[in-house]
Every structure is written in C-alpha cells, then in structure tokens.
C-alpha cells in the first residue's frame, strides 16, 4: 500500500519516491506519496514526476486499493526514482478552503443546529450542504461576520489518527461525523481547530489544511440555494 504521506506533512511539496508498479499505460502506483487523491469533497493535486531526464505531468490523482497517479504519455517502469513536485497554489488554496469548510460546518452546527450533509471544494470557490429550512440575507451576515471573527483569531489547526472505537467511544459522535465513514475504516484521522482542551471543532476528516485559522484569509458568502426539502447550500469564496 501507498505511504500516504500527506496525511502527516500538508506543507511538503517536493519528495522523492520509487515507481512499484504501472497501470494500464498511464497510472503509476509509488512506494510513498504527497499527492491528494480526490476525496471527501476534496480535488486531487496535480503536478509532475521526474526522473531518467524525463518528465510527467500529473494530471489526476486517484484512490482505489491503492493510490494511482495518472500522467501524460507513458508511463515510468517499475522500479524508476522519481521525484515527484506538487503544484503549490493549487494545494495551498485546498487547504484554505478545506479548512474554512471546517469552520463553516462548525458554526452552522453551532448556531443553526445545521448539520452538514456534503461540500465540494474548488481552487477559487466551494459550496457546503446543510439540513436547514432556509436561510435569509441576515442569517447569511452573521455566519459570514462569525466565520472571519474565527479566522481572526488564528486559531490553531492539528490532526491526528486514532483507533476507531476509542474515537466512538470518547468523542462526540454529531462533531465527529464517524458513522459516515465505512465500517472498513478501523484508524480514524481526527482535524481539532482551537484550544486542546475544548477545540472549537473536531472531525473526521483525511483532508490537508492550513496550520492555523489566520492562514484561511477573508470568507465571502456569496449566496445560498434550496437544495430539495429543508437542504441548503452555501456559496463562499476566500480573498
């Protein structure tokens, strides 16, 4: 299985790794990896693989059994060092946005007893879903006004993994989001925002974010649409 080093270090953009195996013509399987495959509401990375004066172009990073790095032309051989770089302003704006959704899930949660149903993120803009009636212009302002209160505060980011039943056990399961994960998922990855002993947000979430709120920059809610009975969806882009 792929090392999924991503998980440890969000910040690392340039690594070195062994090709362990070639799919089809143009899908390669590395011993260890920062690429983020896409999930959770999250895009892949993209960027290149070097190696042998050659490179590839990452186009799509992909989760199966085993992480697939999709790249233009053919493929490196089996057992070929590359040197794998990420593109970093599309990953560093991933990680802002996946953070301001933490922060966005956590104050709907909060104040509206919104629970979250689904995100997307994009490099330039995402949308989050809740189960909500409706929200009105004022509603809006003050999700907007507590947001950037937060990212004011440059409140600190951490992750961790955990056993899946002491998760269960000790944490709160309507925060937590962990009976969405598959029953398959025995070591759960924990996302805290604020203080260690009472974090204003705590996650499941296998996602790269920034070390700290302040690093999210200004949060614009740029509308809301009725997504079917009492499901809303929020539009916000960073400045």
Excluded at 135 to 158: C, H, K, M, W, Y
């Amino acid at each position: 299985m792929t090392d999924a080093r991503y998980l440890d270090d969000a910040t690392r953009l340039t690594f070195e790794a062994t090709v362990e195996a070639v799919r089809g013509t143009d899908r390669v399987v590395l011993d260890q990896t920062y690429f983020y495959p896409t999930g959770g509401g999250q895009p892949n990375d993209t960027g290149t693989l070097s190696g042998d004066d050659t490179e590839w172009v990452v186009t799509d990073v992909v989760k199966r059994d085993r992480i697939e790095h999709v790249v233009d032309g053919d493929a490196p051989e089996p057992g070929t060092t590359v040197t794998g770089e990420i593109d970093a302003d599309r990953r560093r704006a991933h990680m802002r946005y996946h953070t301001a959704q933490h922060l966005l899930s956590a104050v709907l949660l909060n104040e509206f007893d919104a629970e979250t149903t689904g995100n997307q993120l994009y490099a330039d803009h995402a949308h989050l879903d809740c189960a909500y009636d409706r929200f009105d212009a004022g509603d809006l302002q003050t999700i907007e006004t507590r947001l950037n209160d937060l990212v004011e505060s440059g409140l600190p980011v951490r992750w961790y993994t955990l056993d899946r039943d002491e998760a269960e056990a000790t944490l709160d399961p309507e925060r937590t989001r962990l009976h969405l994960l598959p029953d398959s998922i025995r070591e759960v990855r924990i996302v805290e925002i604020g203080d260690e002993d009472d974090p204003f947000d705590r996650t499941a979430c296998a996602g790269t974010h920034v070390e700290s709120t302040g690093k999210i920059g200004t949060v614009v809610l740029t509308g809301r649409t009725t997504q079917g009975s009492s499901h809303e969806r929020i539009d916000f882009v960073l400045e």
